[in-house]
Each structure stands twice: as C-alpha cells, then as structure tokens.
C-alpha cells in the first residue's frame, strides 16, 4: 500500500477540476472553510459533518506518566486534545475499499 498525503493543493486542484471554480475562488473557499472549522472548534469544541464524522476537543486532566526510555515518572499536565469519530457510512466505505 502507497501512502500519499492529501494536501491544500490537491484539494484546490479538485474543486478547479471537478466543480469548475477558477482557482483564486476554490482557494478562498477551502481556506474560508478551514477557519470556519477550526473558529468552531476552539469556541464550541464541536464540529459534525453528516455522512462523515465529529470533531470534537476534549479536556485531559493532569496525570502521572512514564517515560518510556528511563523509566523516570513524569507529570503530564493537563490538555485540550482533537479527537475524530467517523460517521458509520465513512467507516463502511473504508472498510468496503480494504476488503
């Protein structure tokens, strides 16, 4: 399996291509859109996009961890971390396109 990175560009390039924008204006729509969900996420914590899946940030509390190298406990302070559920449908079709 290749492993290839869906970038900016190649989103940019998509949108010219296959819904016939000029490029400044599917620039401007992918980066108006990319503000909008990271505002959204940093204000309200929630992001769902139907037929694909949640965003969501969670708070993580303090802990005690270890580092994996010495063995030495550390404290891991406390965190607001993404997390990303998919939507049954994306987890069907990946799943259809592994099979």
Sequence with gaps: ????????????????REVDLPRHQATDFLEASLEI???????????KLSS?????????????GR?????KEAVITP?????FKPSQYLREKVQRRKA
């Design 52 to 64: 694909f899946g949640s965003f969501n940030v969670r708070q993580k509390t303090k802990r005690v």
């Design 79 to 83: 965190r607001r971390v993404l997390s």
């Design 1 to 16: 399996m290749t492993t290839t990175t869906l970038t900016r560009a190649d989103i940019v390039d998509s949108l010219v």
């Design 67 to 71: 580092n994996p190298k010495t063995g």
């Design 37 to 47: 969900m990271m505002s959204s996420l940093v204000d309200n914590g929630l992001i």
